[in-house]
T-cell receptor, first 117, second 112 residues
Framework: AQKITQTQPGMFVQEKEAVTLDCTYDTSDQSYGLFWYKQPSSGEMIFLIYQGSYDEQNATEGRYSLNFQKARKSANLVISASQLGDSAMYFCAMRESRYNAGNMLTFGGGTRLMVKP | DSGVTQTPKHLITATGQRVTLRCSPRSGDLSVYWYQQSLDQGLQFLIQYYNGEERAKGNILERFSAQQFPDLHSELNLSSLELGDSALYFC???????????FGEGSRLTVL
């Protein structure tokens, strides 16, 4: 079973509008972390936002917010006021506590976001 | 700029060859991770080192090996290369054995 599922291979959004990128996860751990990374066409992986499983409030970082619904096991990324520079691949990732000897992330398949002017 | 440096950025080689990818973590970071990003497998964790010792292992092939040196830089060695090894190889670092990962820009390997 997929641990991280991103069901939207590609999405369009109009510049200045908000967009939600979906992410669902599967884990039996109580303690875990969820990450979103952005990968522009140049290839680098840019950290956007983090949510811990015990965090009671949704994480926010500037125009990025994470809509964390623990019971549904979803961690959707919301980008407000989209900009042309937001066009990129977006990856959701999870770190599980069972791997407490390490810090490896499991990544979803990604969503390609295209912002239209 | 994440502070993680990877060399080379691009590498083209032939099947059966061996290559070494190098990673310098952010200053002060003790953990180094290697990830492989290919079209068919997506982003996959390969291996983690913490302060010179192997910490966790993922889907790393036996033809691949890695190490972290006393100065904390790391090398990923890929041998007996196959066409399917063509991928973007990322190095990431973090201050400790857990925490946020900072990725380098990747080394794009093309095996012909």
């Amino acid at each position: 079973a997929q641990k991280i599922t991103q069901t939207q291979p590609g999405m369009f959004v109009q510049e200045k509008e908000a967009v939600t990128l979906d992410c669902t996860y599967d884990t039996s751990d109580q303690s875990y972390g969820l990450f979103w990374y952005k990968q522009p066409s140049s290839g680098e992986m840019i950290f956007l936002i983090y949510q811990g499983s015990y965090d009671e409030q949704n994480a926010t970082e500037g125009r990025y917010s994470l809509n964390f619904q623990k019971a549904r096991k979803s961690a959707n990324l919301v980008i407000s006021a989209s900009q042309l520079g937001d066009s990129a691949m977006y990856f959701c990732a999870m770190r599980e506590s069972r791997y407490n000897a390490g810090n490896m992330l499991t990544f979803g398949g990604g969503t390609r976001l295209m912002v239209k002017p | 700029d994440s502070g993680v440096t990877q060399t080379p950025k691009h590498l083209i080689t032939a099947t059966g060859q061996r290559v070494t990818l190098r990673c310098s973590p952010r200053s002060g970071d003790l953990s180094v991770y290697w990830y492989q990003q290919s079209l068919d497998q997506g982003l996959q964790f390969l291996i983690q080192y913490y302060n010179g010792e192997e910490r966790a292992k993922g889907n790393i092939l036996e033809r691949f090996s890695a190490q972290q040196f006393p100065d904390l830089h790391s090398e990923l060695n890929l041998s007996s290369l196959e066409l399917g090894d063509s991928a973007l190889y990322f190095c990431a670092s973090s201050p400790g054995p857990s925490g946020e990962l900072f990725f380098g820009e990747g080394s794009r390997l093309t095996v012909l």
